[in-house]
């Protein structure tokens, strides 16, 4: 997961640097009447990756990939809002809008099958090529899956892949908007736009071009996790009461199902609202210090006991 959000960073660093000096170009070419070749495949230099990590205001470890990839993190990679796109579920024989999606195997509607994608392989016996196979996340995958049916059997080997689909549904809860050839789709002018659409599209930059999918709390969720939000962000206000009247317990393990890989939901349809916590890793971390905490306490009151 770490190798695949320095992979984002990566891009997005990529498509700034290309803008920045793009722009630089423009301004030289118009003070000296000239016009410079540019080279927008020219792999993106330490340097300037450094220097884009700062330009997103990312912490050490968000640049590293400790942190996954929340919305919040998202939308500092392009100082903007995130250019959100549908992604529905596949039904055989319903007849997608765009045809049948390369990796119909995996839009099921959930978002941890719909991650899975991105690190799995053998789709089924069909002839999908990744233009983006060969990049490090695929490969280490792929390495420690055979280290371990080397080292433990098959049984264990696809254990490590069923994980993999699990932790990557905990850590990563918007990615760029993926298909076979690339890893990160842009919105593009096509022919079939309109003049005033192909207008609006190229006077966007390139972080408002970059689609993205995200994850979805499930509409009977969102309740608990709005409440339990507010109650880590002000745990002695008024409403602490009232939580505590709800039983605080309860809601916590619903906000566990909540952003569970079982439940969250690939957000699809433009006309509804999403919601997602802004920072989901908050959540998880004080669920868990609670845990402990609790856990603590139970342990010196045993003792006291003793």
Same mark, same amino acid.
């Given at each position: 997961?770490?190798? /695949?959000?320095?992979?984002? *960073?990566?891009?997005?660093?990529?498509?700034?640097?290309?803008?920045?000096?793009? =722009?630089?170009?423009?301004?030289?070419?118009?003070?000296?009447?000239?016009?410079?070749?540019?080279?927008?495949?020219?792999?993106?230099?330490?340097?300037?990756?450094?220097?884009?990590?700062?330009?997103?205001?990312?912490?050490?470890?968000?640049?590293?990939?400790?942190?996954?990839?929340?919305?919040? $993190?998202?939308?500092?990679?392009?100082?903007? =809002? #995130?250019?959100?796109?549908?992604?529905?579920?596949?039904?055989?024989?319903?007849?997608?809008?765009?045809?049948?999606?390369?990796?119909?195997? /995996?839009?099921? %509607?959930?978002?941890?099958?719909?991650?899975?994608? #991105?690190?799995?392989?053998?789709?089924?016996?069909?002839?999908?090529?990744?233009?983006? +196979?060969?990049?490090?996340?695929?490969?280490?995958?792929?390495?420690?899956?055979? @280290? !371990?049916?080397?080292?433990?059997?098959?049984?264990?080997?696809?254990?490590?892949?069923?994980?993999?689909?699990?932790?990557?549904?905990?850590?990563?809860?918007?990615?760029?908007?993926?298909?076979?050839?690339? #890893?990160?789709?842009?919105?593009?002018?096509?022919? %079939?736009?309109?003049?005033?659409?192909?207008?609006?599209?190229?006077? $966007?930059? @390139?972080?408002?071009?970059?689609?993205? *999918?995200?994850?979805?709390?499930?509409?009977?969720? !969102?309740?608990?996790?709005? +409440?339990?939000?507010? /109650? #880590?962000?002000?745990?002695?206000?008024?409403?602490?009461?009232?939580? *505590?009247?709800?039983?605080?317990?309860?809601?916590?393990?619903?906000?566990?199902?909540?952003? =569970?890989?079982?439940?969250?939901? @690939?957000?699809?349809?433009?006309?509804?609202? !999403?919601?997602?916590?802004?920072?989901?890793?908050? *959540?998880?971390? $004080?669920?868990?210090?609670?845990?402990?905490?609790?856990?603590?306490?139970?342990?010196?009151?045993?003792?006291?006991?003793?």
């Amino acid at each position: 997961m770490q190798l /695949y959000v320095q992979e984002v *960073i990566t891009i997005m660093a990529q498509r700034w640097n290309n803008a920045k000096t793009v =722009s630089e170009a423009e301004q030289n070419d118009a003070e000296t009447g000239s016009k410079a070749k540019q080279n927008k495949n020219k792999p993106i230099s330490k340097a300037k990756l450094a220097e884009y990590v700062s330009w997103a205001g990312l912490a050490e470890d968000e640049a590293s990939g400790l942190r996954g990839l929340s919305r919040e $993190m998202a939308e500092r990679l392009g100082r903007t =809002s #995130l250019r959100l796109v549908e992604s529905r579920p596949y039904t055989h024989g319903t007849g997608a809008r765009n045809g049948v999606p390369f990796f119909a195997r /995996y839009d099921t %509607g959930l978002w941890a099958d719909k991650l899975h994608a #991105l690190f799995a392989w053998g789709d089924e016996g069909t002839n999908i090529k990744r233009g983006w +196979d060969s990049l490090n996340f695929r490969q280490l995958t792929r390495q420690l899956h055979t @280290v !371990i049916a080397e080292e433990r059997g098959a049984l264990q080997a696809e254990a490590f892949i069923d994980a993999v689909h699990t932790v990557a549904a905990r850590v990563l809860w918007v990615i760029p908007q993926y298909n076979a050839g690339k #890893l990160s789709v842009m919105y593009d002018p096509k022919p %079939g736009h309109s003049k005033a659409t192909r207008a609006k599209i190229n006077d $966007m930059n @390139v972080f408002e071009r970059t689609n993205w *999918i995200a994850a979805q709390v499930d509409e009977e969720y !969102i309740a608990s996790v709005l +409440d339990f939000e507010d /109650y #880590l962000d002000d745990p002695d206000d008024v409403l602490y009461g009232r939580l *505590i009247n709800r039983n605080v317990p309860r809601l916590k393990k619903r906000v566990k199902e909540a952003l =569970s890989p079982l439940n969250l939901r @690939v957000h699809y349809d433009k006309k509804e609202p !999403i919601y997602l916590p802004e920072d989901p890793g908050r *959540i998880h971390v $004080m669920l868990y210090l609670n845990k402990a905490a609790q856990i603590q306490e139970e342990a010196a009151q045993a003792q006291e006991e003793t």
